[in-house]
């Protein structure tokens, strides 16, 4: 058994790191949704803000774009051409999305420093990602329609993903302890 634990400890120290890391990140996460309150369709600071900077980014294509807060959901709803195209919600804000990167990256060992630029720096890609996707989301939603399972459900998802995936990528083999280890050898 002492064997097994020695040859799987690099597996098992990632593993304790990125689960501990996951869910105190969430369990604080959590912490911070609660003080909203969802029965009086309450939206969180955070998706407020993530709304109210999609709405100024699709201001610079339609003028007859804003928000609203929804009246019967924790939403706000977001108009288009004066066309209700979409609402965001929690869900929306990508700080899930962000809080996975975190983990991963503080799993996969890296120094101090790089560390703490790389996490602030994909955290503010992934955001503007994030605002930049729901934006196009309710454009192609306001010319497509009959799409919106395939765009909601796969294509803009896709791209969040896929650049958090890259993002975690470079920093295993440009940043993290692992590549400084590969490089020595």
């Known amino acids: 058994m002492k064997d097994l634990l020695l040859q799987?400890?690099?597996?098992?120290?990632?593993?304790?790191?990125?689960l501990l890391t996951y869910l105190v990140l969430t369990i604080l996460y959590q912490a911070y949704l609660n003080r909203f309150d969802v029965a009086k369709s309450e939206v969180d600071t955070f998706t407020q803000w993530v709304a109210g900077q999609t709405e100024t980014v699709l201001s610079w294509v339609d003028d007859q774009s804003f928000i609203?807060?929804?009246?019967?959901e924790?939403?706000?709803?977001?108009?288009?051409?004066?066309?209700y195209v979409s609402r965001i919600i929690e869900g929306c804000n990508a700080v899930s999305v962000m809080i996975l990167f975190v983990a991963f990256v503080i799993a996969f060992t890296g120094k101090f420093r790089s560390t703490v630029l790389f996490v602030f720096f994909g955290i503010v890609?992934?955001?503007?990602?994030?605002?930049g996707r729901i934006a196009l989301l309710s454009i192609a939603?306001?010319?497509f329609p009959q799409?919106?399972?395939l765009l909601h459900?796969?294509?803009?998802?896709?791209?969040?993903?896929g650049v958090v995936f890259?993002?975690?990528?470079i920093w295993v083999n440009k940043f993290s302890l692992h590549a400084a280890a590969a490089s020595k050898k």
Request: no cysteine; glycine share 4%; charged share 10%.
């Open 153 to 161: 459900g796969v294509v803009f998802p896709l791209i969040i993903y």
């Open 8 to 18: 799987y400890k690099p597996f098992l120290l990632f593993l304790g790191k990125f």
């Open 74 to 83: 924790p939403s706000v709803k977001l108009f288009y051409h004066n066309k």
């Open 141 to 143: 939603l306001y010319h």
């Open 147 to 149: 799409y919106e399972q």
């Open 68 to 72: 609203m807060p929804h009246q019967s």
């Open 125 to 131: 890609l992934i955001h503007v990602l994030n605002v």
């Open 166 to 169: 890259l993002l975690w990528v």
